[in-house]
């Protein structure tokens, strides 16, 4: 069997989506085989020999589809190297104090399951690509991060991936 390395998110805009296809982008440049899919056209993980978890945040917590994903996988996630990354505008400004606010919202996913690896990204927020009701809630938002932007870090988001390397790639002799 391949090594198979999958990289899954949860997006509400896109914007997970696209960083987890650069996290995808940065394994399969070390060697991995990768597959890149949304958690909603994920049926079976099981042959899988790695899997990476990506949510976008809503009101502090990953979108239930996450959740709902590492509830229905967890079985298999338990004995597979894992990981799980965020993205989300709190990060728009990276401080300690926004940092440990962002690590509390992983504690749903890591209430079921603890991965080896968490990442912590900024997101961006494009209004035109949100759905309704959040569309409605933000046209009161004045300041960022709110009012919109791309705080996305594709250098760190590249270190991360790197730092995944040794844990999910195996060593070709």
Not at 92 to 113: F, G, M, Q, W
Request: with cysteine; aromatic share 10%.
């Amino acid at each position: 069997m391949n090594h198979r390395i999958l990289v899954t998110y949860a997006t509400r805009a896109g914007s997970t989506q696209e960083v987890a296809n650069y996290i995808g982008k940065v394994l399969h440049e070390a060697g991995a085989e990768v597959d890149i899919r949304s958690i909603q056209d994920i049926s079976d993980i099981r042959q899988y020999n790695g899997a990476i978890i990506g949510s976008a945040i809503r009101v502090g917590k990953p979108l239930p589809e996450a959740v709902k994903f590492v509830k229905q996988f967890k079985a298999t996630l338990d004995n597979i190297p894992s990981a799980y990354f965020v993205v989300c505008a709190t990060l728009s400004e990276d401080t300690l104090e926004n940092r440990k606010i962002v690590e509390t919202y992983l504690n749903p996913l890591c209430a079921i399951h603890q991965p080896l690896r968490t990442g912590f990204f900024a997101g961006k927020v494009d209004r035109t690509k949100l759905e309704q009701p959040m569309r409605f809630f933000l046209r009161f938002a004045k300041e960022p991060p709110m009012s919109g932007g791309d705080w996305r870090n594709w250098d760190a988001i590249e270190d991360w991936a790197e730092s995944l390397v040794p844990d999910f790639v195996p060593v070709k002799v």
